[in-house]
């Protein structure tokens, strides 16, 4: 049983537009909800992580948007560059104590 | 400072064989983590080690083994190695054995013929 399940599998988007990726968890103890990037031959690296006690989080252009209620969070990058196009995973974790649970990534290509 | 640093790069072996995956955690870190990554696949626990001992372990068979060594490197061990154990295997480090701020290496590529 996936614990938390991302979308889409790919996304492709213009130069200086907007990506957005979706996820939704199922286990509502989850408190700890991270977004990480990989390039092809690199490990995951941390963009930006949120909570449950908060709705947004800004970093820059890239932004999270939490739905408590929803049991749903996403990632926006604004202004999106080609330097962006990479695999993103959403994960989740309770309190940091528990393994990170990952999705099963979204690859992005942004084209000019 | 160096980040997490993983050997090798990339390993080929045959079914049955047994192998050894290295890691050396970022400066300051003292808790290893092991994550398997099938292609196209987000990354899958496999195990954390702190003070020298497994603390945490994911749905992985005992032919996934490990060790941390007193000055917080760690090694991964599979045995009876199947076709199905090829994949990215990543090391994250952290401290303190919480899961937040994981920093990941850039992985051992593992392909089992």
């Known amino acids: 049983q996936q614990q938390v399940k991302q979308s889409p599998q790919s996304l492709i988007v213009q130069k200086g537009g907007i990506s957005i990726i979706n996820c939704a968890y199922e286990?509502?103890?989850?408190?700890?909800f991270p977004w990480y990037q990989q390039f092809p031959g690199k490990g995951p690296a941390l963009l930006i992580a949120?909570?449950?006690?908060?709705s947004e989080k800004k970093e820059g252009r890239f932004t999270i948007s939490f739905n408590k209620s929803a049991k749903q969070f996403s990632l926006h990058i604004m202004d999106s560059q080609p330097g962006d196009s990479a695999t993103y995973f959403c994960?989740?974790?309770?309190?940091?104590?528990?393994?990170?649970?990952f999705g099963k990534g979204t690859r992005l290509s942004v084209i000019a | 400072d160096a980040g997490v640093t993983q050997s090798p790069t990339h390993l080929i072996k045959t079914r049955g064989q047994q192998v050894t995956l290295r890691c050396s955690p970022k400066?300051?870190?003292?808790?290893v983590s092991w994550y398997q990554q099938a292609l196209g696949q987000g990354p899958q626990f496999i195990f954390q080690?702190?003070?020298?001992?497994?603390?945490q372990r994911g749905n992985f068979p005992d032919r996934f083994s490990g060790h941390q060594f007193p000055n917080y490197s760690s090694e991964l061990n599979v045995n009876a190695l199947l076709l199905g154990d090829s994949a990215l295997y990543l090391c994250?480090?952290?401290?303190?054995?919480?899961?937040?701020?994981?920093?990941f290496g850039s992985g051992t590529q593992l392909s089992v013929l």
């Open positions: 949120i909570r449950p006690d908060v």
């Open positions: 080690y702190y003070e020298e001992e497994e603390r």
């Open positions: 400066s300051g870190h003292d808790t």
């Open positions: 994960a989740a974790s309770i309190a940091g104590n528990t393994p990170l649970v």
């Open positions: 994250a480090s952290s401290w303190g054995r919480i899961n937040e701020k994981l920093f």
């Open positions: 286990n509502t103890a989850f408190d700890y």
